[in-house]
């Protein structure tokens, strides 16, 4: 099972990025994928999960609204779109395979395979 991340990337408040998710070594349909973030000095947290099967999706309180995240079956890749940043978002941003197969989408499952991360930085 790997996954890999890209687009990450420096930006200035009131801007966007996206960033991709490619996964391989299993079945794609079968497991729910998710975005989580750490900045410096903070607890990693859930950002947004995605049941790749049904297409259900659960985001953080603070990122409803400017963020969307999104699969593509045939790549088998998980993105997420970032608008209206701010200072707040800067974080490593990793993606991450939940350990449980089926209908799950929650952020709060166990997730036993991670990327390395990407950076992103918004400036003030």
Do not use: H
Not at 32 to 48: I, N
Not at 87 to 97: E, I, K, L, M, V
Request: one cysteine or more.
């Amino acid at each position: 099972v790997q996954l890999v991340e890209s687009g990450g990337g420096l930006v200035q408040t009131g801007g966007s990025l996206r960033l991709s998710c490619v996964t391989s070594g299993f079945r794609f349909d079968d497991y729910a994928v998710g975005w989580f973030r750490q900045a410096p000095g903070k607890e990693r947290e859930a950002v947004s999960c995605i049941n790749n099967f049904d297409g259900n999706t659960t985001y953080a309180d603070s990122v409803k609204g400017r963020f969307t995240i999104s699969k593509n079956v045939a790549k088998n890749t998980v993105d997420l779109e970032m608008n209206s940043l701010s200072p707040g978002d800067t974080a490593r941003y990793y993606c991450a395979r939940i350990r449980t197969p089926g209908g799950i989408v929650a952020c709060t499952e166990v997730y036993d395979f991670w990327g390395q991360g990407v950076q992103v930085a918004v400036s003030s």
